[in-house]
Nanobody, 127 residues
Framework: QVQLVESGGGLVQAGGSLRLSCAAS????????MGWFRQAPGKEREFVAA????????HYADSLKGRFTISRTNAKNTLALQMNSLKPEDTAVYYC????????????????????WGQGTQVTVSS
């Protein structure tokens, strides 16, 4: 019911910025909880940021707060992740995810909370 397509990844030097976008299909975008996750080679998929449905606001991984900003534009069915002051350790495939089910601050950092996933976009930060 929900299709997600990420874009905006690429190669950037340390200290630079990238803005990722996620385009969502369907007519229920405004009711979705949306999140960004990333997975580096040889590592588990980890939580980056989320916008909680039902007015829950935005949330970030503690290590990323202050550098990354998540936002959504409901009229365009898009989710964005602004990434600033990028570090080589930010190199990963970044995925957007969506949930039609309620997501809270206690569950928004778990991959299993999201039923829909995009294909991912590669972000590479050079040192």
């Amino acid at each position: 019911q929900v299709q997600l397509v990420e874009s905006g990844g690429g190669l950037v030097q340390a200290g630079g910025s990238l803005r990722l976008s996620c385009a969502a299909s369907g007519r229920t975008f405004s009711s979705l909880a949306m999140g960004w996750f990333r997975q580096a080679p040889g590592k588990e998929r980890e939580f980056v940021a989320a916008i909680i449905n039902f007015g829950g606001g935005t949330h970030y991984a503690d290590s990323l707060k202050g550098r990354f900003t998540i936002s959504r534009t409901n009229a365009k069915n898009t989710l964005a992740l602004q990434m600033n002051s990028l570090k080589p350790e930010d190199t990963a495939v970044y995925y957007c995810a969506a949930s039609q089910r309620p997501v809270t601050s206690r569950t928004m950092d778990a991959s299993g909370s999201y039923a829909y996933w995009g294909q991912g976009t590669q972000v590479t930060v050079s040192s």
